[in-house]
């Protein structure tokens, strides 16, 4: 046999090899789960399940939120996907908080969050509350609030009404920080129809006092184990 036929059969063998059924092709490598940086593969990981898919809201509020965005930074998204909220059904998603994304990656959620759902440009002439009480409220001072504001869909003594459950189920108080309460009284959730800070009485707006003084007579309602722990953070 001459050397070209040897070199033939060679070639043969190995081209047969690489096209077997079955064989991996050049650009079917695994990436590691520590390596992946698509922002819809981390938010259908990590986030979906509780904010919906496309961030339309499920059993925590949406993502997909103008106003939402427009209140939260980003160093308070970063933050809370992050560090998670101790105490509350939001888990720490950050290995250096005991999750399972590296820094790179939480940075890559929060910047597709920001780059697919804000709009900058949508809030320009309205005086939105701050993300973040700047005093403390006045717990029955916000039961005046909340019968102006709230009580004509949540019900008089926030137990639920003709348009919304409880607000003050102890389940569900127990498992939300006074932020996230806050959040959406400025927010609303409007994908259950729950209004913003604008639209609850028509042509008159919450103050920043009465939306901490609502957050902290809700705060009140907490089972008492958690008032005398000073309440979820």
């Known amino acids: 046999m001459t050397w070209r036929a040897v070199l033939l059969i060679a070639a043969m063998a190995v081209w047969a090899c690489n096209g077997a059924p079955g064989r991996p092709g050049a650009d079917s490598a695994v990436i590691p789960p520590n390596r992946v940086l698509d922002f819809d593969v981390l938010y259908a990981s990590n986030c979906a399940g509780c904010h919906g898919a496309n961030g339309a809201g499920g059993l925590a509020s949406r993502l997909a939120d103008p106003l939402y965005l427009a209140i939260a930074d980003d160093a308070t998204i970063r933050r809370v996907t992050a560090e998670g909220v101790p105490g509350t059904a939001m888990p720490a998603f950050a290995q250096s908080a005991g999750g399972l994304l590296t820094a790179e990656q939480v940075d890559v959620v929060v910047k597709g969050i920001r780059e697919r759902w804000a709009k900058p440009t949508m809030f320009l002439d309205v005086e939105i509350p701050t993300y973040a009480a700047r005093a403390p409220g006045d717990a029955p001072h916000g039961a005046n609030a909340y019968a102006v504001f709230c009580a004509s869909c949540h019900g008089p ?77």
Request: no cysteine; glycine share 12%; charged share 20%.
């Open 157 to 233: 003594a926030g137990r639920g009404g003709p348009r919304a459950g409880s607000i003050v189920d102890r389940a569900y108080l127990t498992m939300v920080s006074d932020q996230s309460l806050r959040t959406t009284v400025i927010a609303g959730r409007p994908e259950m129809g729950a209004p913003d800070w604008r639209s609850n009485v028509p042509g008159q707006p919450m103050s920043p006092e009465d939306i901490s003084d609502v957050v902290a007579w809700l705060a009140e309602q907490r089972p008492a184990p958690m008032l005398a722990a000073g309440g979820i953070k």
